[in-house]
């Protein structure tokens, strides 16, 4: 068996420039991540890692977090009651 790098016709194998490459992926992630910020956990989990990126330090991500965290339980109380 070839390896695929030495079939020219192959599509992988084609020569790509960096920059048409670098697009290639792009639109894969974008296309991931349409799918991907339909879950309220990945939303809140790109909040936290932007915030830690921001200050360097977890205590406002520990805040979000526990705000997040009585957001959710408070709207489980008023939707489903506490009986």
Do not use: C, K
């Not at 490459?21 to 879950?39: D, H, M, N």
Request: aromatic share 10%.
């Amino acid at each position: 068996m070839t390896d695929l790098a030495q079939r020219p016709h192959h599509p992988i194998a084609a020569p790509v420039g960096r920059l048409e490459a670098w697009r290639t992926r792009a639109r894969r992630f974008g296309e991931l991540a349409v799918i991907a910020l339909r879950s309220p956990t990945t939303v809140i989990g790109l909040v936290l890692a932007f915030l830690y990126e921001r200050t360097r330090s977890l205590i406002p991500s520990m805040i979000a977090h526990g705000l997040w965290n009585s957001g959710t339980f408070t709207f489980a109380l008023v939707l489903f009651g506490s009986n």
